[in-house]
């Protein structure tokens, strides 16, 4: 099933295969033939419509990532590996960096009813994204205030259950953060990637996001972070495709 591995991430994958025959087929029969093994796309042909590609089925080929950072510094190490995460992002994966954590009102629930604009914000963000980074720095051993100021206004959030998370650590001393970070995401359900999470040794280091993603350690450790969690993700798109009954591909 060679196919399937890689839908997301060719942005053409039927130039790839010269010997196609599908070439004249709609888009949604195309982005179909990305999904079925060469001998089985001309079923493609027979779809209906591609409903079975939640949450992807409005852009096909094109994941979408969310990313937070804990620290509001300006020359932020954790902002940085988050904007060189984008910087490596492969094809179909685009990376956005949310920057507005700053700006959020204090939570309290009293304003549940009435959403501030802000949060109606961040909640659609959060929604539309397939999956979310997170870099988040330690401070007194714990979590940073207005970082976790965002994430309780975000427990009350429909769309943040089971959020697929790539977790980023830049400084491996900073262990209680961590900790206290993934309890609270687990408890709020969100689904940690392990093999997604990463640690850089950025602590004390004048950083920017090239050089980052430059760096052959660290750019290697977040192409590999990346790509652990864009695999999760297509894996986990697989059980809702479900054309006349049929299974998906195995992987
Ligand atoms: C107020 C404050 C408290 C901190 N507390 C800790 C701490 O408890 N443990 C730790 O390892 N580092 C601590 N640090 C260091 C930061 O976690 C570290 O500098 C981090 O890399 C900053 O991230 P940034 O570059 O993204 O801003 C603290 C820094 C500040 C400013």
């Known amino acids: 099933m060679r196919i399937f591995k890689s839908w997301f991430l060719s942005p053409d994958p039927l130039s790839a295969y010269p010997d196609c025959t599908c070439a004249n087929l709609p888009p949604q029969a195309i982005a179909c033939s ?56 492969p094809p179909g994966v685009v990376i956005e960096h949310y920057d507005a954590i700053g700006e959020l009102p204090h939570f309290t629930p009293d304003l549940d009813a009435n959403l501030p604009q802000s949060i109606v914000d961040l909640r659609s963000r959060v929604g539309k994204a397939d999956g979310l980074l997170i870099a988040c720095p330690e401070y007194a051993r714990g979590i940073p205030g207005s970082f976790k100021n965002m994430l309780d206004w975000l427990v009350g959030s429909p769309d943040f259950p089971g959020k697929p998370i790539a977790l980023f650590n830049t400084s491996p001393r900073a262990s209680a953060a961590q900790a206290a970070l993934k309890l609270v995401l687990e408890t709020m359900s969100a689904t940690i990637i392990h093999d997604a999470c990463a640690t850089l040794h ?28 864009v695999e999760h993700l297509q894996v986990e798109a697989a059980p809702t495709y479900s054309p006349r009954g049929e299974s ?3 992987t």
């Open 34 to 89: 990305r999904y079925l093994p060469q001998h089985e796309w001309h079923k493609a042909a027979y779809l209906p419509e591609m409903t079975y590609y939640t949450p992807y089925s409005s852009r096909f080929n094109q994941m979408l990532l969310l990313s937070f950072s804990g620290s509001l510094r300006t020359a932020s190490s954790n902002t940085h590996t988050l904007i060189a995460a984008g910087l490596l992002a």
């Open 202 to 229: 950025l602590l004390g280091k004048q950083t920017d996001p090239a050089t980052i993603a430059n760096d052959p350690v660290c750019g290697e450790t977040l192409r590999h972070a990346i790509h652990a969690l």
């Open 248 to 250: 998906p591909p195995a």
